[in-house]
């Protein structure tokens, strides 16, 4: 009963142990994420429906598709992953921290005989004569060693790399730390957004997917935004709002920001996202009544209808810099007393006179042109676990990189006396790259061999 | 001279490469390997100078506006171009494999096909969310990890040409005809898996500049955007193909195929996503 409770655990230690799960969870991860960049995610419902119809739209609702990477199979395979990689490190690390520990400082005969890359000399000069030159060779040419005497026999024993056994470790334990800054960011952290007309403030931003409102705990003023271009063209170049930051009625903070420029105060960062005009075009007109020739100067923002003397009115409906190659224009209709519009005509800035030659009670010639005001619109995001995301992805890149890049190397040497003479017995393995070790062995051995030879 | 004489010298010593290549796998000449390789180091120089002198003409165009050439689709695929050789002539130094020249060399000579002939060359200045000194580094790391997947399926396909002929010869003796060049597999294989680790730390670095930039620009280091999306599945495929190493009955074949579908998964990220799929990394696509 024990034994089969002992067989049950120790299945189930192995199956989340098991490196096939690995590479299954990895292809499983990789083949179910791609629905998502098929499918729009978190659209709207009626989007879902005009596109596939009521009863797929049920489908990918029950199989949370609509939001595949936060549904509950999604988060499940990766916490699957997650569980497979910390039982993989649970179960190999000791044997990699044993080799920091306790290094095999005296080569087994199995070693000494069965070694891919391995040496064997013979010399007349003493053991301890000899080891202590071998290892001032060793010293020199690969690193310095651990000198262990027992039954006799000397050995040396130096190695390299060995830091390289803990990149996998690295890689993995810093794939669990990203998780959790993930998680520390979707916790205390937050993504809005806001709409700051220019010469206005606010102190609150509108979080992504709530109708609430956030409180930000100071005020941010948007004195000005403007679009830049590229010289002789309608390229923008550059979009850019004057920040500024009052926390308790004091400006703390001025900055102009740009798409790749945000301002940061309080852990929350501001960034260019958007613009917009806020509010409508104002026009400067001037009146001319036919009848008596009096002059008007009135003023009038796009769409607004202005009343003119004997119950008639007029509105500008629209405006362009460049109407052909007259320039700035407006087009503007005007309404009679009982209520009817008249045809829209055009009026042209720099041709104050064109209006004249209309037909009508009143001509009509544009003054000066007023931008409407603008509104930046900017994403606001605060999240304490991106310095976890950070540390993660430098330890990710650092410890995969000592992974594949290095390997541990370790040299054993064997002195012992056989027939009168001394025996040297090498042998050398790198637990990984070993085509190339062996090449630096070859070269290696005949270092030694000099050695050897120098004396005896 | 023009960036574009150098570009189309480029093109023709990539051919020209890719054919005494080939031809190199037909007659086992050795000194048809040693042509291919002074074309290939020439055609490299070409590619080299050509993209050095368009960061060049960028500055002469634009003023200040200047920027690395490294902004568009069409600067993307002949950068592209120019990491495979680079990948490729590395590990053609250290395993002196001159048929592998054959099924690598194509790769880089397709794009600069592609780039010369379909897209557009024209050098314009920067849109606001491309001015970051991020995009020289993610894009640099992205497309030298991309450039060393492209080398690993090239030798995964002729390790599956190999391995067929190799099972059914399994008495014989070395087999003769044009195999008989190919590298051993397990040379291929070896291959396979170095070109796949240079990739891997690189492919990572370029998913955490792309992060860092998004993080900057946007304020979210992470938003499930198809090009994000499919660099991790990318990036899924080549963890699995590494551990599929240490694994019994995931190595030889299987892992050959894992590398041919994470290249395809490549490319896809690379060019699918910005020519079927929509998102926020629409700058490639143009």
């Given amino acids: 009963m024990t034994s089969n409770k002992q067989n049950f655990t120790d299945r189930i230690w192995d199956f989340f142990c098991s490196l096939k799960l690995t590479i299954i969870t990895l292809l499983l991860l990789a083949v179910t994420s791609i629905i998502g960049t098929v499918l729009q995610q978190n659209a709207k419902p009626e989007e879902y429906i005009r596109e596939y119809g009521q009863s797929n739209y049920e489908l990918f609702k029950t199989l949370q598709f609509t939001d595949m990477y936060h549904s509950w199979w999604f988060v499940g395979i990766l916490g699957l992953f997650s569980v497979n990689l910390i039982c993989c490190s649970i179960k190999n690390f000791p044997r990699a921290w044993k080799f920091l520990t306790a290094p095999a400082l005296i080569a087994g005969e199995g070693t000494l005989k069965n070694s891919a890359n391995r040496a064997e000399f013979t010399s007349k000069e003493d053991i301890q004569q000899l080891g202590q030159r071998l290892a001032e060779t060793l010293g020199k040419i690969f690193a310095k060693p651990t000198l262990t005497e027992e039954n006799g026999k000397l050995y040396l024993f130096a190695q390299k790399g060995i830091y390289s056994r803990f990149g996998a470790y690295m890689t993995h334990l810093s794939i669990l730390i990203i998780m959790l800054g993930a998680i520390i960011g979707t916790v205390w952290g937050y993504k809005a957004y806001v709409n700051i007309s220019e010469g206005t403030s606010t102190s609150q931003v509108w979080p992504s997917g709530s109708n609430v409102p956030l409180d930000l705990g100071f005020e941010v003023r948007c004195d000005d935004f403007r679009v830049t271009y590229y010289d002789g063209g309608r390229r923008p170049k550059d979009y850019k709002s004057d920040l500024v930051v009052i926390d308790n009625g004091q ?3 001025t900055k102009t920001i740009e798409v790749n420029d945000p301002l940061t105060y309080k852990g929350i960062t501001f960034y260019q996202s958007s613009y917009g005009t806020a509010g409508d075009a104002g026009f400067k007109m001037q009146v001319k009544i036919r009848e008596s020739g009096e002059v008007l100067n009135l003023k009038a923002t796009q769409g607004q209808n202005i009343p003119l003397p004997g119950g008639y009115a007029f509105a500008v409906t629209d405006y362009t810099d460049a109407y052909q190659s007259y320039g700035p224009a407006a087009q503007l209709h005007v309404s009679t007393p009982d209520g009817r519009r008249g045809s829209p005509f055009i009026i042209l800035k720099q041709f104050p006179q064109f209006d004249e030659k209309r037909d009508g009670n009143f001509s009509f010639s544009l003054v000066g042109y007023e931008e409407p005001a603008m509104y930046t619109g900017l994403s606001v995001a605060k999240d304490p676990g991106v310095w976890v995301v950070w540390l993660g992805s430098f330890l990710m890149v650092f410890g995969s990189c000592g992974a594949f890049f290095f390997s541990h190397r370790r040299i054993w040497i064997c002195l012992d006396e056989e027939k009168g003479k001394t025996r040297v017995r090498i042998a050398a393995s790198a637990h990984r790259n070993q085509p190339a070790f062996s090449m630096a062995f070859d070269e290696m051995k005949n270092s030694f061999a000099q050695t050897i030879e120098n004396k005896s | 001279m023009t960036s574009s004489f150098f570009f189309n010298i480029t093109t023709f010593a990539y051919f020209a490469s890719m054919v005494l290549c080939i031809s190199y796998v037909a007659t086992r000449s050795k000194s048809v390997a040693t042509i291919a390789r002074v074309v290939t180091l ?33 600067e993307s695929v002949v950068f592209f171009a120019w990491s495979i050789i680079l990948v490729y002539m590395l590990i053609d130094f250290k395993y002196k494999q001159p048929a592998i ?52 399926c090239g030798v995964s396909i002729m390790y599956l040409i190999k391995i067929g002929k190799e099972e059914k010869h399994a008495s014989e003796s070395p087999i003769g005809g044009i195999l008989g060049v190919f590298p051993s597999t397990k040379i291929l294989d070896d291959i396979n898996y170095k070109a796949i680790m240079i990739g891997f730390p690189l492919l990572t670095l370029g998913i955490v500049t792309g992060a860092a930039w998004a993080n900057y620009a946007w304020g979210t280091y992470w938003s499930w955007d198809p090009k994000e999306t499919w660099s991790l599945i990318v990036w899924f495929l080549y963890a699995a193909f590494l551990h599929a190493r240490f694994t019994r009955g995931w190595v030889g074949r299987r892992a050959a195929w894992l590398s041919i579908i994470g290249f395809a998964a490549t490319l896809f990220c690379y060019l699918g996503v910005n020519l079927v799929l929509s998102g926020l990394h629409s700058y490639g696509g143009g």
Avoid: K
Wanted: include cysteine; hydrophobic fraction near 55%.
């Fill in chain 1, 251 to 253: 400006e703390v903070v």
């Fill in chain 2, 42 to 74: 020439a055609g490299f120089t070409a590619n080299t100078i050509a993209i050095g002198l368009r960061w060049y003409e960028s500055y002469q165009m634009l003023g200040i506006d200047g920027r690395a050439p490294l902004t568009n689709l069409y």
């Fill in chain 2, 101 to 152: 020249g054959a099924f690598v060399v194509p790769f880089a000579f397709a794009s600069m096909i592609w780039a010369q002939y379909s897209l557009s060359s024209a050098i314009e200045p920067l849109v606001p969310a491309l001015q970051s000194n991020w995009l020289t580094y993610h894009v640099i790391t992205c497309f030298l990890g991309y450039a060393a997947f492209a080398v690993a």
